[in-house]
T-cell receptor
Framework: QKEVEQNSGPLSVPEGAIASLNCTYS??????FFWYRQYSGKSPELIMSIYSNGDKEDGRFTAQLNKASQYVSLLIRDSQPSDSATYLC?????????????FGTGTRLLVSP | NAGVMQNPRHLVRRRGQEARLRCSPMKGHSHVYWYRQLPEEGLKFMVYLQKENIIDESGMPKERFSAEFPKEGPSILRIQQVVRGDSAAYFC?????????????FGEGSRLTVL
């Protein structure tokens, strides 16, 4: 089982719609979760972090966390063509000492005008 | 530009040659991470360094790969005797410390092509 799993997509949504991106993780003890956005040929950029069960909103982005189900999601409201990118879910992997950030393979989002 | 700086951005090597990738962290950051990204794949952790110390190299192949972060100068990821499978984008990220381990700032990456 992969440590962080995402559907590779592409997820296609029309402009103005809500895009829903999902992620599951295997380490039940994980406490910290992140969403990074990566445009084609560019570097990943942190857009959201979430540490507690429930929702966290930042502008058009909402991160949702359900630790019991080991499930993290990212909602993008009023999707814009500029949101077209790959969205990487990342989870802190516990270990002795250093806490490693483990990434999923990413979901490609396409927002059509 | 106070961001994470990586060079070269693109590097072409023939099989058997050496590749050296450099990373200067953001100003004030003392923690450096190297990740590798293959086409259509996610980011794979390779190594975590602080100044003059390798903290975790569990993701780095045991042979041909090495990394350093000297007291002065950039962090360097070195790949000896490159093979075609080493072709990938290598991203460096930095953080100010262990406070929020998941909030990393990435450089633009170095894209290695092995002929």
């Amino acid at each position: 089982q992969k440590e962080v799993e995402q559907n590779s997509g592409p997820l296609s949504v029309p402009e103005g719609a809500i895009a829903s991106l999902n992620c599951t993780y295997s380490d039940r003890g994980s406490q910290s979760f992140f969403w990074y956005r990566q445009y084609s040929g560019k570097s990943p950029e942190l857009i959201m972090s979430i540490y507690s069960n429930g929702d966290k909103e930042d502008g058009r982005f909402t991160a949702q966390l359900n630790k019991a189900s080991q499930y993290v999601s990212l909602l993008i409201r009023d999707s814009q063509p500029s949101d077209s990118a790959t969205y990487l879910c990342a989870v802190i992997k516990r270990g002795t000492g250093f806490q490693k950030l483990v990434f999923g393979t990413g979901t490609r989002l396409l927002v059509s005008p | 530009n106070a961001g994470v700086m990586q060079n070269p951005r693109h590097l072409v090597r023939r099989r058997g040659q050496e590749a050296r990738l450099r990373c200067s962290p953001m100003k004030g950051h003392s923690h450096v991470y190297w990740y590798r990204q293959l086409p259509e794949e996610g980011l794979k952790f390779m190594v975590y360094l602080q100044k003059e110390n390798i903290i975790d190299e569990s993701g780095m192949p045991k042979e041909r790969f090495s990394a350093e972060f000297p007291k002065e100068g950039p962090s360097i990821l070195r790949i000896q005797q490159v093979v075609r499978g080493d072709s990938a984008a290598y991203f460096c990220a930095s953080s100010p410390g262990q406070g929020v381990a998941g909030e990393l700032f990435f450089g633009e990456g170095s894209r290695l092509t092995v002929l």
